[in-house]
């Protein structure tokens, strides 16, 4: 069966970091786009960060406005990952993170991880 599995969340302090990883397992996503969502409670799930399909290799991709200049998104298609790279959190940025991948249409998420930033 196909799977997202992500880890690395956690609870951290404001301006702090953490690097969230997403493994997909049942086929390759290597051709297919492939992102992060978040949600926060009693908040509707929002895009994070998001890339292209790539035949291999590792590349970045787009970000919301509001992590651009502290998130970054990276891939390797050689271990069928995602990586998300966050820096300088937030207090906002506490929510559940979603992995996700687009396989024509048929999109598969990943059970989420929690990022909770507090004092």
């Known amino acids: 069966q196909v799977q997202l599995v992500e880890s690395g969340g956690g609870l951290v302090q404001p301006g702090g970091s953490l690097r969230l990883s997403c493994v997909a397992s049942?086929?390759?996503?290597?051709?297919?786009?492939m992102g992060w969502f978040r949600q926060a409670p009693g908040k509707d799930r929002e895009f994070v960060a998001g890339?292209?399909?790539?035949?291999?290799?590792?590349?970045?991709?787009d970000l919301a406005d509001s992590v651009k200049g502290r998130f970054t998104i990276s891939r390797d298609n050689a271990k069928n990952a995602v990586y998300l790279q966050m820096n300088n959190l937030k207090s906002e940025d506490t929510a559940v993170y979603y992995c996700?991948?687009?396989?024509?249409?048929?999109?598969?998420w990943g059970q989420g991880t929690q990022v909770t930033v507090s004092s």
């Open positions: 890339t292209t399909g790539n035949g291999g290799g590792k590349y970045l991709g």
């Open positions: 996700n991948g687009d396989v024509g249409g048929v999109r598969y």
């Open positions: 049942g086929r390759t996503f290597n051709s297919y786009p």
